[in-house]
């Protein structure tokens, strides 16, 4: 059963307008979140996360968004630029272990 | 050479052949990490070592086998593989638990035949 879930699979913005990746989770015990990205031909590289004790973290032009209780978070890049397009992962862990729980990603396109 | 690095990056095999795909790390991280990605499934963890000891292993069938003889090199041994079994295998490492994230590999493209 997936427990961590982003249920757009593709997103296309205009470059300079903002981007919003949306992710899901059905299991309360989560405590750590994190967004990664990947290119094509590439392996997944760390964003940005978020612990379960904060509701906001922000790095330069990416901001993660954490509800807790509609168990929703979401990331925001502003201004969005054409070498954002990629594909997103929202990912998960329970007690900041070892084991990640990952949702099947978001292609963004980021259009000039 | 640093970050994560993955040999090779393409594979095909037989359903009867022996293969390797190997990692390694060279960022001092004292956990590594197999994951596999099929088509349209999210990223699936496999095996975890900490400190040279498998830590998670996620009812991975016994085709596949681990080895971790120190805490810079992994490797997947693979054997009598299933066509299904074709997939992206990615290496990570992390320092301890993923509190800064894992670095990925770039990965092994596997396709049995």
């Known amino acids: 059963d997936q427990q961590v879930k982003q249920n757009s699979p593709s997103l296309s913005v205009q470059e300079g307008r903002i981007s919003i990746l949306n992710c899901d989770y059905t299991?309360?015990?989560?405590?750590?979140f994190l967004w990664y990205k990947k290119y094509p031909a590439e392996g997944p590289t760390f964003l940005i996360s978020?612990?379960?004790?904060?509701d906001k973290n922000e790095d330069g032009r990416f901001t993660v968004f954490l509800n807790k209780s509609a168990k929703h978070l979401s990331l925001h890049i502003v201004p969005s630029q054409p070498g954002d397009s990629a594909v997103y992962f929202c990912a998960a862990s329970v007690n900041s272990g070892y084991a990640l729980n990952f949702g099947k990603g978001t292609s963004l396109l980021v259009t000039p | 050479e640093t970050g994560v690095t993955q040999t090779p990056r393409h594979l095909v095999m037989g359903m009867t052949n022996k293969k390797s795909l190997k990692c390694e790390q060279h960022?001092?991280?004292?956990?590594m990490y197999w994951y596999k990605q099929s088509a349209k499934k999210p990223l699936e963890l496999m095996f975890v070592?900490?400190?040279?000891?498998?830590?998670e292993n996620n009812s991975v069938p016994s085709r596949f086998s681990p080895e971790c003889p120190n805490s810079s090199h992994l490797f997947l041994h693979l054997h009598t593989l299933q066509p299904e079994d074709s997939a992206l295998y990615l290496c990570a490492s992390s320092q301890d638990r993923i509190n800064y994230g894992y670095t990925f590999g770039s990965g092994t493209r596997l396709t049995v035949v």
């Open positions: 960022l001092g991280h004292n956990a």
């Open positions: 978020i612990s379960s004790i904060k």
């Open positions: 299991n309360s015990m989560f405590d750590y």
């Open positions: 070592y900490s400190l040279e000891e498998r830590v």
